[in-house]
């Protein structure tokens, strides 16, 4: 096995694919030693070390026994290339968990570690290539469930590039000893505190949960909002026995829909049950949306419902059958709510658009997560500091280290924790 030279960070792999049933599978090998601990397990016409950047080269991955493991493609990057700033070989095997745990194996057995899955951007912050606000919008991307939320977060770029000149403006005017920069500073980061909760809230999943009495239309009404027959509609009473969670995009954001039992009269143990997680789904989460029949009166319990409802936090009063007439007493319960009910068809679908911008704005808390906003706790606690200092006076080069702090240019161990910790 041959010995990493002792000054550069030592060679690990890491997965750049995901890890499933797939044609190809791609590992990256990193390090500057990566060439020289990969070549004598490469079986190729030529040595891999001899390959320069951009070149790929055909060969098989053989163990310690020589037995081939798989037929592998070799792509080496020089430092300058690379995205860490260390040499690189990409390794692409046949997809699949085998072939992938094989390799891997080989791998291991060659003298390379495997790295973490945030290994390489550190690598690459610590190496001073790739800047905290992008590492966070990265392994935030990586998880995105809606289009929505990818794209906010590909408007980093305008994030970073914004604080980069506040800091720049900052530092000139230090330097010719003016404080015009301060009135301006403080305007945007407390504009960026007061931005990052929309950005929190398109971010986060919600969690929501459909409740009211049997045959509401609860079960029709998640459907439409799963765009899908995932639940059970049914005209007997009490046909959603369990909880029943769907994610679901409402507005491009991610939502956890949970649809619960009826609130009947008649119960035997199981939906006495039922109704009891159903219960507990509500109590717990962010947003529930009331369903009842608006075609017909309502009644006491449907009143002590809303009001159940209310005590646990934000509601949204969905009058459904709406294609059967809306009766008036049940519209006045939109009082005991707090909000204007939303009348809707779960079966035509009329009034939808209204609920889903109903559902948007409560989750949302009102406000619009621009591009450019801070989308991290890290990001509005270091904009408050700023805030704080700058009305407390504080000097400008301890306000300056704010502002590194935020945008990450240059290698920060301590701060690349906080960031990868949330
Ligand atoms: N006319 C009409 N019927 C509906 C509507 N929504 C649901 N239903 C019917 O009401 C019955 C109960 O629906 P379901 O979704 O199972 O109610 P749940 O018990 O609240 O989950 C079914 O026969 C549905 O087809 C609607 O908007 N209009
Ligand atoms: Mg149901």
Redesign the pocket.
């Known amino acids: 096995m041959p010995r990493h030279n002792a000054g550069g960070q030592p060679p690990i792999f890491v997965r750049a694919t995901g890890c499933g049933s797939a044609g190809i599978a791609t590992l990256v090998l990193d390090g500057d030693d990566a060439g020289l601990y990969l070549n004598p397990v490469f079986i190729c016409t030529r040595p891999l070390t001899s390959a320069a950047t951009g070149e790929l080269l055909l060969g098989r991955l053989v163990d310690g026994a020589g037995r081939t493991v798989d037929e592998v493609m070799a792509a080496p990057l020089g430092k300058k290339d690379s995205e860490t700033g260390n040499a690189q070989v990409e390794l692409s095997c046949h997809g699949g968990q085998g072939a992938v745990f094989a390799v891997e194996e080989a791998l291991l057995a060659a003298g390379f570690a495997r790295g973490r899955g945030t290994e390489l951007m550190e690598r690459a912050h610590l190496n001073g290539r790739l800047s905290l606000i992008e590492i966070e919008a990265r392994v935030r991307l990586s998880a995105a469930a809606t289009a929505r939320q990818a794209e906010f977060l590909l408007g980093h770029a305008q994030f970073r590039q914004r604080w980069e000149r506040l800091g720049f403006d900052m530092a000139m005017g230090m330097r010719s000893n003016e404080t015009a920069w301060r009135g301006k500073l403080l305007q945007e980061a407390r504009a960026g505190v007061a931005r990052q909760r929309a950005a929190a809230g398109l971010l986060a999943q919600h969690h929501v949960a459909l409740v ?1 009495p ?7 009404l998640g459907n439409r909002l799963a765009r899908a027959d995932r639940h059970i ?3 007997v ?1 009490g ?2 026995l369990d909880r029943l969670d769907t994610p679901v995009e409402v507005r491009g954001l991610s939502v956890l829909l949970t649809d619960t039992a ?1 609130w009947g009269a008649e119960l035997d143990d199981v939906e006495r049950e039922a109704q009891r997680r159903g219960q507990e789904a509500a109590q717990s989460a962010d947003l529930r949306l009331v ?1 009842l029949d608006g075609s017909a009166a309502p009644g006491d319990r449907d009143a002590e419902l809303v009001s159940q409802c209310v005590a646990a936090g934000p509601v949204l009063l969905v009058l ?5 007439g809306v009766d008036e007493s049940a519209a006045g319960l939109g009082f005991l709510a707090g909000r204007e009910p939303c009348v809707v ?3 035509t679908g009329e009034g939808f658009e209204g609920l889903l911008e109903g559902i948007e704005r409560v989750l949302l808390g009102g406000t619009e997560p621009a591009p450019g906003a801070p989308f991290t706790r890290r990001h509005a606690h270091l904009q408050q500091q700023l805030a704080d200092g700058l009305e407390k006076g504080v000097d400008g080069s301890e306000l300056l280290m704010y502002l590194r702090r935020l945008v990450g240019t240059r290698p920060n161990p301590d701060e690349l924790a906080v960031a990868l910790g949330e």
């Open positions: 009211g049997v045959n509401a239309g609860k079960s029709t509609v049914s005209a009473p046909t959603t009826g369903v459904n059958k709406r294609d059967l068809s779960a079966t």
